[in-house]
């Protein structure tokens, strides 16, 4: 799901979960249990986030880009001064460019590799041929759709095997017509504007949804949703979601730590399987991290589910489940520190990273 449109109303930028490399962007380097506002952002019209393994982006309504956590190889697209860095800064190389949407990076394995290239720590202009419509990023490799419908990408799809780095963008065969993409660490879905799902990628825990956990080089068909009408997807370290017009979800992959959603089952799943736990709460958004995910209800509700030590969950308990529960939404009315009663913050996106969650929420008016 793309982020919602700019909105008028009085914003704000949500977060928690580990700050060790300053992710949260509240200044200094601690946890935090519950869902806290980003200060630094409240004076900007942020109209999307997005949070990586170990740092995260803001997006401005007039195209600026901020950026901040984890800098030690160039991430936050300056030069590294310090490794990581705890307060939201803009981008300067890209003054006067107006940024509509970054790629995530989604949570990556520690291989222990060399980069075959330096690292870039300014950013460059890439794919220059290519219209493209939404960008991607897993652990070791980019995807990007174009304005045409067509999937491409290069780096390394998984970690050093029989895979080979591609440094320049190659187009992926067999997709026609793709409406969005996401990618997760080392595998990737693509949703067609006709509702079928395609996977490609590592398959190890069954991430694909083929049944199997045999690699897929080239796109297969997730036949397990063939009957129903798909208008999202979302992956995350070693999982998938997909979403229906219905505003149910499907989980499949990686079970541990309960990041599908399935309870006490906390098992690999090889087949998409109805989150039954989220069944009634119309669900628009699922985001999902290395260890957990979220899900976005329609009324601006969030439920978090997976792995919960450093407080990725947001509900203020640390405890690992596979029992999606409310991130409750604890802000002052903005412009004031006390109460009021005639509004709420509603959650409109959502972005896992590697252990942190991003969100906006707007303040919208209750109607006695």
């Not at 004076?43 to 999307?48: C, E």
């Not at 803009?90 to 790629?103: E, K, M, N, Y």
């Not at 963008?169 to 079928?196: C, M, S």
């Not at 979220?294 to 969950?313: E, I, K, N, P, Q």
Request: hydrophobic fraction near 35%; charged fraction near 20%.
């Amino acid at each position: 799901m793309a982020p919602p449109p700019a909105s008028s109303l009085p914003t704000a930028v949500l977060a928690w979960g580990s700050g060790e490399d300053g992710q949260l962007g509240m200044g200094g380097y601690e946890e935090e249990d519950w869902a806290r506002g980003v200060a630094a952002l409240d004076a900007l019209a942020v109209s999307a986030v997005v949070a990586g393994s170990r740092n995260s982006l803001a997006i401005c309504a007039d195209g600026r880009l901020f950026t901040w956590g984890w800098n030690q190889r160039g991430t936050l697209g300056h030069p590294p001064e310090t490794k990581t860095e705890s307060s939201p800064a803009p981008v300067d190389a890209l003054a006067g460019v107006s940024i509509v949407q970054c790629g995530e990076e989604a949570e990556r394995k520690e291989d222990g590799t060399r980069a075959l290239r330096r690292d870039i720590p300014i950013p460059q202009r890439c794919a220059p041929k290519l219209k493209v419509r939404q960008v991607a990023a897993g652990g070791t490799h980019s995807v990007v759709l174009t304005q045409d419908g067509h999937v491409w990408t290069w780096g390394q799809p998984w970690p050093p095997g029989d895979i080979k780095q591609i440094s320049t963008p190659v187009r992926v065969q067999g997709l026609e017509n793709v409406k969005v993409i996401a990618v997760g660490a080392f595998h990737n879905l693509a949703l067609t504007e006709d509702g079928i799902l395609w996977a490609w990628g590592n398959n190890e825990y069954g991430q694909l949804g083929t049944g199997d956990t045999q690699p897929r080089s080239q796109p297969i068909r997730v036949e397990g949703l063939s009957d129903l009408s798909l208008v999202d997807i979302a992956a995350g370290g070693w999982h998938s979601t997909a979403l229906t017009k219905e505003g149910e979800v499907y989980a499949w992959g990686r079970g541990e730590h309960g990041r599908l959603g399935f309870g006490d089952d906390k098992s690999s799943h090889m087949v998409p399987q109805k989150v039954e736990l989220l069944v009634g709460e119309d669900i628009i958004q699922v985001s999902c991290g290395g260890t957990h995910s979220v899900a976005l209800t329609r009324d601006g509700r969030m439920f978090s589910y997976g792995r919960g030590d450093h407080g990725r969950l947001g509900y203020g308990r640390k405890v690992t489940t596979g029992h999606p529960m409310e991130v409750p939404i604890d802000l002052p009315p903005p412009g004031t520190s006390g109460s009021d009663s005639g509004g709420q913050w509603q959650a409109r996106y959502v972005a896992c990273g590697g252990r942190h969650t991003l969100a906006i929420a707007t303040w919208t008016e209750v109607d006695e």
